[in-house]
């Protein structure tokens, strides 16, 4: 049980360190006034010695060192702005920057690269989703008769994508079984002396990937994760002992021990989240799992 437990945090911890980096975005493509002449006063020829067309890139960055691919001769920087040239013709212009995702930005077929004209471009960047980190107590109520409820805690590690761990128990320690029945009380094939008194044990640890799907509003974001791990459900009823004591029959058919797997979606507003799921053992026991916690 310790190496499954230590194996699902390394598996959260190992997707958290693999989130991913900002990334640049054209805001604005357009094609400057008929009356700019800068690509024809400062001429660049492409290698067919035609006069190529001129990019004027503005951003933010000023101090950024940005690599164009595709462009004509080298890049003219002024304090965030940028002027490359093109050939006639280009269809698509990759920019890349050192800890960011590059752009790879299309030509919209409008504003086709035409030799000698000048085109204006805003560059900027996003910012990646921001990590952050989930404590939340959670519910769980299993689906079939006898009603159990369970109770747990989630920790996750999300940017755009992340993991999570969780791990629940009814509290029930210790109980030993020294006999297993049937859903009619049968104990190899004889009636059963019960007193009517039903125990339950209820124990699972999972863990998994997270991810980012979207924001909702300002202040406000939706996850979804999926996961596995291992658990048990115990349902024993009380009996009679031999020497006047009691002991405890297992329900074999509401008894499960086995694989977890389980789903469900996060809600964040502010520092708030909200969560709900469903979560199976061995797909013959079913649990609805919701929470409420903190993400910060």
């Known amino acids: 049980m310790k190496r499954i437990i230590t194996l699902l945090i390394l598996a959260s911890l190992?997707?958290?360190a693999s989130a991913q980096n900002?990334?640049?975005?054209?805001?604005?493509?357009?094609?400057?006034?008929?009356?700019?002449?800068?690509a024809r006063t400062s001429p660049v020829f492409d290698n067919n010695?035609?006069?190529?067309a001129l990019i004027d890139i503005t951003f933010a960055a000023s101090d950024a060192n940005l690599v164009f691919e595709g462009a004509v001769g080298d890049p003219?920087?002024?304090?965030?702005?940028?002027?490359?040239?093109?050939?006639?013709?280009?269809?698509?212009?990759?920019?890349?920057?050192?800890?960011a995702k590059p752009v790879e930005f299309t030509i919209p077929a409008n504003l086709a690269?035409?030799?000698?004209?000048?085109?204006?471009?805003?560059?900027?960047?996003?910012?990646?989703v921001k990590m952050r980190t989930l404590i939340m107590p959670t519910l769980s109520t299993g689906f079939a008769k006898p009603m159990h409820m369970s109770y747990g805690i989630m920790v996750g590690f999300c940017k755009l994508n992340g993991g999570y761990f969780r791990i629940k128990t009814d509290f029930t320690f210790g109980l030993k079984t020294t006999a297993d029945t049937d859903a009619e009380g049968m104990i190899d094939g004889v009636k059963g002396?019960?007193?009517g008194e039903t125990k339950k044990s209820r124990f699972a640890v999972t863990g998994g990937y997270m991810r980012h799907l979207t924001d909702l509003g300002d202040n406000g974001s939706m996850y979804a994760y999926v996961g596995g791990g291992y658990?048990?459900?115990?349902?024993?009823?009380?009996?009679?002992?031999?020497?006047?004591?009691?002991?405890?029959?297992?329900?074999?058919?509401?008894s499960f021990s086995g694989i977890e797997a389980e789903?469900?979606?996060?809600?964040?507003?502010?520092?708030?989240v909200l969560s709900a799921g469903v979560q199976t053992n061995s797909f013959k026991f079913y649990e609805a799992n919701v929470g409420i916690g903190v993400m910060f």
């Open 14 to 16: 190992a997707v958290c």
């Open 263 to 272: 789903t469900g979606l996060v809600f964040r507003f502010g520092g708030v």
């Open 193 to 195: 002396w019960f007193t």
């Open 22 to 38: 900002s990334k640049l975005i054209v805001r604005n493509f357009s094609k400057s006034d008929i009356g700019d002449m800068r």
């Open 76 to 99: 003219v920087q002024y304090p965030g702005e940028w002027l490359i040239h093109v050939p006639e013709g280009t269809t698509r212009i990759k920019i890349s920057m050192e800890d």
């Open 231 to 254: 658990g048990t459900r115990t349902v024993a009823w009380q009996m009679y002992g031999s020497e006047g004591d009691y002991e405890y029959a297992k329900v074999v058919p509401s």
């Open 49 to 52: 010695k035609k006069l190529a």
């Open 113 to 128: 690269i035409e030799s000698g004209m000048v085109y204006l471009m805003d560059l900027d960047i996003e910012e990646a």
